[in-house]
Antibody, heavy 121, light 108 residues
Framework: QLQLQESGPGLVKPSQTLSLTCSVS??????????WNWIRQPAGKGLEWIGR???????TYNPSLKSRVTISVDTSKNQFSLKLSSVTAADTAVYYC?????????????WGQGTLVTVAS | DIVMTQSPATLSVSPGERITLSCRAS??????LAWYQQRPGQAPRLLIY???TRATGIPARFSGSGSGTEFTLTISSLQSEDFAIYYC??????????FGGGTKVDIK
């Protein structure tokens, strides 16, 4: 059974860079034609797709966040990562990593449990 | 961008009732529509994809329908574990994937 687990600092200061890693177990990040995604959810609000990466390194980002987002992959560690720069309080949210099914089936079958990141001084 | 609008925002119901949740897209998403269930403190769980196909392990009381811009999720007989928030998501307008604002189903 594929499992995803987010990790990273729970507190980030304003203007700094948020960095999270998603560790994949129960399967290889290289197998199949899947995209690996980041999604976030502010407290009490809905879901916002941040972006995704293919194991080739090809990325796609939400245009509203594109200037601040970098997603990378480390296939040797079976991990992918998120960096969000110049954070503000509006970036406080639970951050999820998730896998879609590829081939145009861009919905999310597997999710991590989520990690809360608070932006505060 | 395709905006997904869900209604109602909240639905108060009793166990055993049949409910229908609505999701409307600002432009056609064909049949590229998924539904998720999110219980408090948990990650979303995929229920339905391609408008009406149940994901693995999802009970038959969940069904999806619609096409184009109008979609519905129906729960035929609400169980206690179904009280949660439900989100729709379109994946037709690649590469920007968007979710609806959610419908909360709570106990009357």
């Amino acid at each position: 059974q594929l499992q995803l687990q987010e990790s990273g600092p729970g507190l980030v200061k304003p203007s700094q860079t948020l960095s999270l890693t998603c560790s994949v177990s129960g399967g290889s990040i290289n197998s199949g034609t899947f995209y690996w995604n980041w999604i976030r959810q502010p407290a009490g609000k809905g879901l916002e797709w941040i972006g995704r990466i293919y194991t080739s390194g090809s990325t796609t980002y939400n245009p509203s966040l594109k200037s601040r987002v970098t997603i990378s992959v480390d296939t040797s560690k079976n991990q992918f990562s998120l960096k969000l720069s110049s954070v503000t309080a509006a970036d406080t949210a639970v951050y999820y990593c998730a896998r879609d099914l590829g081939f145009g089936e861009w919905y999310f079958e597997y999710w991590g449990q989520g990690t809360l990141v608070t932006v505060a001084s | 961008d395709i905006v997904m609008t869900q209604s109602p925002a909240t639905l108060s119901v009793s166990p055993g009732e049949r409910i229908t949740l609505s999701c409307r897209a600002s432009q056609s998403v064909s049949s590229n529509l998924a539904w998720y269930q999110q219980r408090p403190g948990q990650a979303p769980r995929l229920l339905i994809y391609d408008t009406f196909t149940r994901a693995t392990g999802i009970p038959a009381r969940f069904s999806g329908s619609g096409s184009g811009t109008e979609f519905t999720l129906t729960i035929s007989s609400l169980q206690s574990e179904d009280f949660a928030i439900y989100y729709c998501q379109q994946y037709n307008n690649w590469p920007l994937l968007t979710f609806g604002g959610g419908t909360k189903v709570d106990i009357k």
